[in-house]
């Protein structure tokens, strides 16, 4: 056993240090917000690598460890060839933090800051204090609604559509919400968040309808027993 053991170790150093298996082309895909050239330093692997000897676990730990990235798959080609295919992270709004405006995607997971040439078309949601990581607070359940509610205008409704909207705010436990176009509060509240939305579309298809928005102060649509309420200026 010790000797075929042995030989078994030998071959594998040999098949190791092979040209036969010395890597020609790694093909990384999925890319879109990646620099590939990133990916490729951080997996460690060269064109000098070889087939054999590398981890592929190793390979797609490195390579998760970008912050764009949400998970990887590393394949081999045999004998000469290595597929690294990157699944990116998807922001779905931008969170603002004490060091600044950060993606944030739909699990809740913030994981990159925004840069100066960034693309600044998502919804900003403020008053969060739960800091980058995520928990089980009541905070952080609060900032799962305003994520449904992003969610849920992401489907598209020409009433209110997740374009429309410029920010979410955090405040006192509970949710409102800003339009684009509208300077007045949207109050939320907690829970029922695709009823509430569901709601307020037909509130706001009624408004532009009648063309009523001039005068509305706030809308509530946590004002209880299935209704909303509307505010107006002066009363």
Same mark, same amino acid.
């Given at each position: !056993?010790?000797?075929?053991?042995?030989?078994?170790?030998?071959?594998?150093?040999? %098949?190791?240090?092979?040209?036969?298996?010395?890597?020609?082309?790694?093909?990384?895909?999925?890319?879109?917000?990646?620099?590939?050239?990133?990916?490729?330093?951080?997996?460690?692997?060269?064109?000098?690598?070889?087939?054999?000897?590398?981890?592929?676990?190793?390979?797609?730990?490195?390579?998760?460890?970008?912050?764009?990235?949400?998970?990887?798959?590393?394949?081999?080609?045999?004998?000469?060839? %290595?597929?690294?295919?990157?699944?990116?992270?998807?922001?779905?709004?931008?969170?603002?933090?004490?060091?600044?405006?950060? #993606?944030?995607?739909?699990?809740?997971?913030?994981?990159?800051?925004?840069?100066?040439?960034?693309?600044?078309?998502?919804?900003?949601?403020?008053?969060?204090?739960?800091?980058?990581?995520?928990?089980?607070?009541?905070?952080?359940?609060?900032?799962?609604?305003?994520?449904?509610?992003?969610? #849920?205008?992401?489907?598209?409704?020409?009433?209110?559509? @997740?374009?429309?909207?410029?920010?979410?705010?955090?405040?006192?436990?509970?949710? @409102? !919400?800003?339009?684009?176009?509208?300077?007045?509060?949207?109050? %939320?509240?907690?829970?029922? !968040?695709?009823?509430?939305?569901?709601?307020?579309?037909?509130?706001?298809?009624?408004? #532009?309808?009648?063309?009523?928005?001039?005068?509305?102060?706030?809308?509530?649509?946590?004002?209880?027993?299935?209704?909303?309420?509307?505010?107006?200026?002066?009363?």
């Amino acid at each position: !056993m010790l000797l075929g053991g042995g030989l078994l170790f030998l071959c594998y150093e040999a %098949l190791g240090h092979s040209g036969f298996f010395q890597i020609v082309a790694i093909d990384i895909k999925g890319c879109e917000r990646i620099d590939k050239d990133e990916i490729l330093e951080m997996s460690g692997v060269s064109i000098h690598s070889n087939l054999i000897k590398i981890s592929r676990r190793r390979v797609r730990e490195r390579v998760e460890g970008h912050r764009w990235v949400e998970g990887a798959r590393v394949t081999g080609v045999w004998p000469d060839r %290595l597929i690294i295919s990157v699944r990116e992270r998807a922001p779905v709004a931008l969170i603002n933090l004490d060091d600044g405006l950060h #993606y944030i995607d739909k699990s809740g997971t913030v994981f990159a800051p925004l840069t100066a040439s960034a693309d600044l078309d998502y919804p900003v949601i403020s008053g969060w204090t739960g800091g980058k990581g995520e928990g089980e607070s009541d905070y952080a359940v609060v900032l799962q609604e305003a994520l449904q509610i992003i969610k #849920y205008a992401g489907r598209d409704n020409p009433n209110l559509p @997740v374009q429309n909207i410029s920010e979410i705010r955090i405040a006192d436990n509970s949710v @409102v !919400m800003f339009l684009t176009d509208r300077p007045f509060p949207i109050r %939320l509240g907690r829970g029922e !968040m695709w009823t509430k939305y569901s709601r307020l579309t037909k509130v706001l298809y009624w408004l #532009y309808k009648r063309k009523e928005f001039q005068g509305v102060a706030y809308i509530d649509a946590d004002y209880g027993d299935d209704r909303i309420l509307i505010g107006m200026d002066g009363g």
